[in-house]
């Protein structure tokens, strides 16, 4: 069974890259992966964004072979390409405010402050996405080898202000490896 990218028949699915629901009508990419329960395939659906940020491999290959014409491809597929390049990228999850003290930084090992910025991560293992820890904002530069991931903290997390948004930018300025 191929991978693909089709509408949303109905607003049930869940986007494995985010959680939330893809709406009716809505085109999602649907991965296929081993079934871990029984013989045969499963889908896994995602919203476009959602796999172009965290299954760049299996995205990138749908895309290449699809014919019809895709909304904002180029973005994707650049975003998508980042991720390839770049593979600790697809770990991005979001990033928040420490509400402890007592997360370690996976790329620096310093403790993260309560209060301060981090960006959480996941690892995907087996057709999962596990928790994985955080890094400081600025040790962006560092673990991914790249300080341009401001889309994917505010995809990933939605809730972000605009005022959040530009003290995030402002740190990863001072990320330099
Ligand atoms: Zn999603
Ligand atoms: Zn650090």
């Given at each position: 069974?191929?991978?693909?990218?089709?509408?949303?028949?109905?607003?049930?699915?869940?986007?494995?890259?985010?959680?939330?629901?893809?709406a009716?009508?809505?085109?999602?990419?649907?991965?296929?992966?081993?079934?871990?329960?029984?013989?045969?395939?499963?889908?896994?659906?995602?919203?476009?964004?959602?796999?172009?940020?965290?299954?760049?491999?299996?995205?990138?290959?749908?895309?290449?072979?699809?014919?019809?014409?895709?909304?904002?491809?180029?973005?994707?597929?650049?975003?998508?390409?980042?991720?390839?390049?770049h593979?600790?990228?697809?770990?991005?999850?979001?990033?928040?405010?420490?509400?402890?003290?007592?997360?370690?930084?996976?790329?620096?090992?310093?403790?993260?402050?309560?209060?301060?910025?981090?960006?959480?991560?996941?690892?995907?293992?087996?057709?999962?996405?596990?928790?994985?820890?955080?890094?400081?904002?600025?040790?962006?530069?560092?673990?991914?080898?790249?300080?341009?991931v401001?889309?994917?903290?505010?995809?990933?997390?939605?809730?972000?202000?605009?005022?959040?948004?530009?003290?995030?930018?402002?740190?990863?300025?001072?990320?330099?490896?």
């Amino acid at each position: 069974m191929p991978h693909l990218i089709q509408p949303a028949s109905t607003a049930r699915a869940k986007c494995r890259g985010c959680g939330e629901r893809i709406a009716a009508g809505e085109l999602r990419f649907g991965e296929s992966v081993p079934n871990p329960f029984a013989e045969g395939e499963t889908t896994h659906w995602f919203h476009l964004d959602c796999a172009a940020f965290k299954r760049p491999e299996p995205f990138l290959e749908t895309v290449e072979a699809r014919t019809e014409p895709l909304d904002d491809v180029e973005r994707l597929v650049s975003e998508a390409r980042r991720g390839v390049a770049h593979p600790r990228l697809p770990r991005i999850n979001g990033a928040e405010r420490s509400p402890s003290g007592r997360a370690q930084c996976r790329s620096c090992r310093g403790n993260i402050d309560k209060g301060v910025w981090r960006i959480s991560l996941v690892f995907y293992e087996d057709g999962r996405f596990e928790p994985a820890g955080f890094i400081h904002v600025p040790c962006a530069q560092a673990y991914f080898e790249t300080a341009d991931v401001l889309p994917r903290l505010k995809h990933f997390s939605r809730s972000l202000s605009d005022e959040d948004l530009r003290g995030l930018q402002a740190e990863l300025q001072t990320s330099t490896g």
